[in-house]
């Protein structure tokens, strides 16, 4: 399925935004440890990278290498005993990200800055309605009107592609397939039409078919809103179809951060070659 | 379940009705002495105690006291247990390991031990006395179970994607948090309530409790005269009131905890 060699003779530069445009998020020297009984460990051990406006750009790696911990340092929801070293700077659309008080902090986080979990089944609250998780996030950024705010969660469940939208914002999640939920979240990060998006793995859950749905609807939303994506993934298939730059991580640092054609064609570190060649591909060519 | 359910409402009914239903006044002492310690009959079917007051009166009126001290003393406890574990699952650190000693602490003296010197050092109380007595000895096992369920709530998922929707902290806790611990809260109480009924019937019993002429089912009892064989009936039916009602509750309280039995429970 996932082939990258055919893949990448597309132009994504094309469809992923371009390097030229301002700099939205510059990460420096991020750390984060994660201290327990047992010790301190560097999950992210100096991490380095930029996001321009309108960008997609993949982080890659294996699992543990520190992609997850990332996007928990960019928006500043951290694990217990997670820390963000003294060091660091996150500059997000000219402000001092590790700067700001938790209050402006919770108003960028959503409005801003959103995610778009893993786990569709387990990111969404159980015990509420689809619907009243979607328009929270316009409630908590300034809707007044909770009529208001549920005609527009409605309006953005239709924009996700979920058929007869009213009905279903009614339902609980347990009552939505993955792909649907999946769609639920990825309206709650978009609610806002924040200026960056972090993807954490938003299709690993899914179907390979479902998967292909979803990477359509945010290829489809980023056009329409311009918003910069980062994606992360341990999917050379997907940095194939959407991204424009991939950032390789290993063991909490980046190795690499090219062009994707740079990438897939003339890989730099041996590791992002490693990586390449631990694709599975339907055309042996050994 | 069902059973168990219609004994407690009936004594629910009593208690709310107890005036309408009670036969005669349960504080009148008749100055007759040919009214003392008579045993059930038609006139009194639970019989008299040695000061001429009819038995099913009092334990009808001592139905209200012993329930309404159990149930509010049961609220304050849930109430403090669930306040205090959520501070202390919820914020870690030095505050849990505070909140989670004084609580090992106070699990390490048995209640009915730590209630008789309370009340030995207070003198006798009134009814909101015991209340608040009963409630601020008994959320200690609350608030350990509330932290350890909140402990797992605040990492779920749904907890990290409302935080990262720009969702404040104490609305985190609100939406997402607090009706997680309900169920919980639910079993707890109502066993709660078994332990609590007779906690309050011991201490009126040795007089430390609810104080006479107010009648509540401990108390009933330590107006037998004599050795309780003589004037059995004193005692009997006060003590099958209390048996009956623990009885009762314990056994809705564990069919709740089997309906939500983590092993029972859909992964969320």
Request: aromatic share 6%; hydrophobic share 50%.
């Amino acid at each position: 399925m996932h082939d990258p060699e055919s893949r990448c003779f597309h132009d994504p530069s094309a469809e992923a935004g371009d390097v030229t445009a301002p700099v939205l998020l510059d990460v420096r020297d991020l750390v984060v440890t994660y201290v327990s009984d047992a010790g301190a460990v560097r999950a992210v051990d100096g991490v380095s990278f930029a996001v321009h406006a309108g960008e997609t750009v993949a982080l890659v790696g294996e699992s543990g290498c520190g992609k997850t911990s990332v996007a928990f340092a960019l928006m500043r929801v951290m694990a217990p005993g997670a820390r963000i070293g003294a060091g660091s700077r996150i500059t997000f659309d000219g402000a001092d990200l590790l700067a700001l008080d938790e209050r402006a902090m919770c108003d960028l986080r959503g409005r801003k800055i959103s995610m778009i979990f893993q786990e569709p089944a387990s990111a969404l609250n159980p015990v509420m309605k689809v619907g009243a998780q979607v328009a929270e996030v316009a409630l908590l950024h300034g809707e007044r009107s909770k009529r208001a705010a549920w005609d527009r969660a409605v309006a953005m469940l239709d924009r996700t592609g979920i058929a007869d939208a009213a009905r279903r914002a009614h339902q609980y999640p347990h009552e939505l397939s993955g792909g649907m939920r999946q769609r639920v979240l990825i309206a709650m990060a978009l609610m806002m039409r924040p200026a960056l998006v972090i993807a954490d793995e938003p299709t690993s859950a899914l179907d390979v078919t479902v998967q292909a749905q979803i990477l359509d609807l945010l290829r489809d939303l980023q056009r329409e809103t311009g918003m910069a994506v980062l994606f992360i993934t341990h999917d050379f298939g997907v940095v194939a179809e959407l991204c424009s730059r991939a950032m390789v991580m290993r063991a909490g640092r980046i190795v690499e951060d090219a062009p994707v054609d740079r990438i897939f064609h003339a890989p730099a570190d041996p590791y992002t070659a490693e990586l390449l060649r631990a694709v599975p591909r339907l055309t042996a060519d050994r | 379940m069902k059973f168990a359910a219609a004994v407690l409402v009936l004594f629910v009914v009593v208690a709310v009705a107890a005036p309408a239903i009670a036969p005669h006044d349960p504080r009148a002492t008749p100055q007759s002495e040919t009214q003392k310690n008579l045993p059930p009959s038609g006139a009194h079917p639970f019989g008299t105690d040695q000061y001429s007051r009819d038995v099913l009166s009092r334990v009808i009126y001592g139905a209200r006291v012993s329930l309404g001290v159990a149930v509010v003393a049961v609220m304050l406890a849930l109430t403090l247990g669930a306040a205090i574990g959520a501070v202390a699952g919820y914020a870690g650190g030095w505050t849990d390991i505070i909140c989670m000693r004084v609580v090992d602490a106070m699990l390490s003296v048995p209640r009915v031990l730590l209630l008789l010197v309370l009340v030995a050092s207070t003198g006798p109380l009134t009814v909101g006395g015991i209340i608040v007595l009963l409630g601020c000895t008994g959320w200690p096992g609350t608030s350990r179970l509330v932290r350890g369920e909140v402990r797992l709530l605040k990492e779920r998922d749904y907890v990290l994607a409302s935080r990262a929707t720009g969702t404040p902290e104490w609305r985190v806790f609100v939406l997402h948090v607090l009706p997680g611990l309900v169920p919980q809260l639910l079993v707890t109480g109502t066993l709660a309530l078994a332990t609590v009924i007779p906690l309050e019937a011991g201490l009126s019993f040795l007089g430390l409790g609810v104080q006479p002429p107010t009648a509540s089912w401990g108390n009933i009892i330590s107006d037998a005269a004599g050795r309780p064989g003589d004037t059995w009936w004193v005692v009997l039916f006060p003590g099958l009131a209390i048996v009956c009602t623990v009885l009762a509750v314990n056994t809705i309280g564990e069919r709740l905890r089997e309906r939500i039995d983590p092993r029972g429970r859909s992964r969320a």
